[in-house]
């Protein structure tokens, strides 16, 4: 089992993530599953900025409504969910799944966790051990990390991008030309 983003889905996960920061973003993934992975198209983010513990009844009501919004609107399938743990103080955000976050797991879901932390050092996007893609992006430090529910068991999967391989945002674009009147 492995989970796959597409280039829309990458950036995507790094808009939202960055939008909220420093809250948490939180969001559905959409695309289509096969036997051995998870194909994610696109993400759309949830406009409560904020998620509590009282709230996850209502989540799951908006899920449904959701679920049932992709289904007769498109091709797509609600492949599973995503939010982000951002930098809280002194206390680094990371790709670890809290004691809420195995709780709301659903039966068979796929959850990706994006981890967002400030950061000087510039970081090319790449595979990090443990089947994780970490970078930098303006001055932050991102880890996204994929899990998936087989059973009782909540394990982490491979995430593969192969857009964010090597990516290296860029930090100027071409220099601009000056338009002159005939
Ligand atoms: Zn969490």
Known sequence: MEVYLSENAFIGLLV?????????CFGILLGHRESE???????????????????????????QRVEEAVHAAS????VGDYHSHPMYGEKRGTTRLSNVDLDDFRDGGTSILVAINDGHRRQRWGYVKGGLIAGSINGYLIRLAAYHKNGNAVLRVPLVCPYAVGFTAKTKGPTPVEVRPE
């Open 16 to 24: 939202s993530t960055i939008e909220v920061y420093q809250r948490e």
């Open 37 to 63: 992975r998870t194909l994610v198209d696109f993400v759309v983010p949830y406009q409560s900025a904020k998620r509590k513990f009282q709230e996850v009844h209502m989540d799951w009501q908006r899920g």
């Open 75 to 78: 091709r797509w399938e609600l």
